[in-house]
């Protein structure tokens, strides 16, 4: 388990780099702005990190799903959502966190 923290740490970092250069050029460098897409990236990077190397995390699944609900409750988070948003949030995000083995593999970054 030590050395899946260790990658989905590594993972998170580099997609949270990503995810405050696009967030910042698109929206300016604010401090919510680097906050909130560093974070976001640091998630899609945790969610991803099982699908690198499946056999240094003991529950992948349980893993992405969890990432992925902290990741679409930071979206609603980002976007002022009603409670209603945070409902359909969690949602989301159990579904996305449940099937990302089947997508993660087809997201391309530049």
Known sequence: MKKGIKLAL???LIFAVIGIVFGGLTYGFTFRTVIV???FGALLGAISAP???PKYFQYPMIWQ???SIMG???F???IHASSEGYVLALLVGGFLGYTA???VKHVVFP
């Open 51 to 53: 699908e690198l190397e």
């Open 10 to 12: 590594i993972v998170s």
């Open 65 to 67: 799903v969890i990432s």
């Open 76 to 78: 609603a988070y980002g």
């Open 37 to 39: 897409y560093g974070l």
């Open 72 to 74: 679409c409750l930071l």
């Open 101 to 103: 083995h089947f997508w």
